[in-house]
């Protein structure tokens, strides 16, 4: 068996993403790893390169800068990646996600597990969403709890964004990939880079969804959704975590929840009355639980 990584980078630097702590997770359980690493502003060609391990393949690439529908561009750096993968399966992992070491070996006999199993298609992945500092977590249907970031790598997908793959079968409508839970989460870190660096993102990436950029802040989210985080983090982002993730956060006690927000409370409500059931839109269909 032969496992591909791979992943899009732009600007990681200066846009403030653990992208080398994600790359040396994936590293764990990878055979190669493709890299596709647009045109940037800093360095994040160079420090990708000064990893040094043989199993990294980059490739430079342009974005579309007129691309501005609903992070479609992403999707395109997404598949370029992908199309140049060679494994049975290819695992893809956003510059500020990270799999803890502990998980590495699980994942790679999960997919041992399922690789002569035609009806997999897919691995999914529960969610760590850390949000404002690095000892919370984000729990609401605003937030994904589970996603696929492993498609099986013969068969016919792409992916309209860059969350999620859709598999055609024999040119007719796309539909969500066959999948068997990983049992283990990936630690997602993009909510914990310092206010700076956020808004620098938030600054220039709006535009891939022609919105117009708003004024970055941590405080303004519905405290009743922030849970503390028990576990430990990975040891590869533990250096980051101290260096660049923003040191503490306080909600606004004050702040009013949206619309979106108030739906999200009487969902959450009504999956505790159903006894936990998970009512969210789901990017996959779950064949297996193991």
């Given at each position: 068996?032969?496992?591909?990584?791979?992943?899009?980078?732009?600007?990681?630097?200066?846009?403030?993403?653990?992208?080398?702590?994600?790359?040396?997770?994936?590293?764990?359980?990878?055979?190669?790893?493709?890299?596709?690493?647009?045109?940037?502003?800093?360095?994040?060609?160079?420090?990708?390169?000064?990893?040094?391990?043989?199993?990294?393949?980059?490739?430079?690439?342009?974005?579309?800068?007129?691309?501005?529908?609903?992070?479609?561009?992403?999707?395109?750096?997404?598949?370029?990646?992908?199309?140049?993968?060679?494994g049975?399966?290819?695992?893809?992992?956003?510059?500020?996600?990270?799999?803890?070491?502990?998980?590495?070996?699980?994942?790679?006999?999960?997919?041992?597990?399922?690789?002569?199993?035609?009806?997999?298609?897919?691995?999914?992945?529960?969610?760590?969403?850390?949000?404002?500092?690095?000892?919370?977590?984000?729990?609401?249907?605003?937030?994904?709890?589970?996603?696929?970031?492993?498609?099986?790598?013969?068969?016919?997908?792409?992916?309209?964004?860059g969350?999620?793959?859709?598999?055609?079968?024999?040119?007719?409508?796309?539909?969500?990939?066959?999948?068997?839970?990983?049992?283990?989460?990936?630690?997602?870190?993009?909510?914990?880079?310092?206010?700076?660096?956020?808004?620098?993102?938030?600054?220039?990436?709006?535009?891939?969804?022609?919105?117009?950029?708003?004024?970055?802040?941590?405080?303004?989210?519905?405290?009743?959704?922030l849970?503390?985080?028990?576990?430990?983090?990975?040891?590869?982002?533990?250096?980051?975590?101290?260096?660049?993730?923003?040191?503490a956060?306080?909600p606004?006690?004050?702040?009013?929840?949206?619309?979106?927000?108030?739906?999200?409370?009487?969902l959450?409500?009504?999956?505790?009355?159903?006894?936990?059931?998970?009512?969210?839109?789901?990017?996959?269909?779950?064949?297996?639980?193991?």
């Open positions: 068996m032969k496992v591909s990584g791979f992943t899009f980078l732009r600007n990681g630097t200066l846009l403030g993403y653990p992208y080398i702590e994600s790359l040396k997770s994936l590293l764990m359980v990878c055979d190669e790893v493709v890299v596709a690493v647009g045109q940037s502003d800093d360095d994040t060609l160079e420090q990708v390169r000064g990893i040094g391990d043989p199993r990294i393949r980059v490739i430079e690439t342009v974005w579309n800068e007129a691309m501005r529908d609903r992070g479609y561009v992403y999707a395109q750096q997404k598949m370029i990646a992908q199309f140049n993968c060679t049975d399966w290819a695992f893809y992992l956003e510059g500020d996600e990270v799999i803890h070491e502990d998980d590495a070996p699980k994942i790679r006999a999960a997919l041992e597990r399922h690789v002569d199993d035609l009806e997999i298609e897919a691995l999914v992945f529960d969610y760590h969403h850390f949000y404002g500092c690095p000892d919370l977590v984000a729990k609401s249907p605003a937030w994904y709890r589970r996603a696929p970031r492993v498609i099986r790598n013969t068969i016919r997908s792409w992916a309209p964004d969350l999620f793959w859709v598999v055609m079968d024999q040119n007719r409508r796309g539909r969500y990939p066959k999948s068997a839970l990983a049992g283990c989460p990936i630690y997602h870190y993009g909510h914990v880079r310092s206010s700076a660096k956020m808004q620098e993102k938030v600054l220039r990436v709006s535009k891939y969804w022609n919105h117009t950029p708003k004024a970055h802040d941590y405080s303004q989210i519905d405290a009743s959704i849970q503390p985080f028990t576990g430990a983090h990975p040891a590869v982002v533990q250096q980051w975590l101290t260096e660049y993730a923003e040191p956060f306080t606004d006690s004050s702040y009013q929840l949206s619309k979106r927000e108030r739906r999200h409370r009487w959450m409500r009504l999956e505790r009355l159903l006894g936990g059931v998970d009512l969210t839109k789901k990017n996959y269909k779950q064949v297996s639980r193991t």
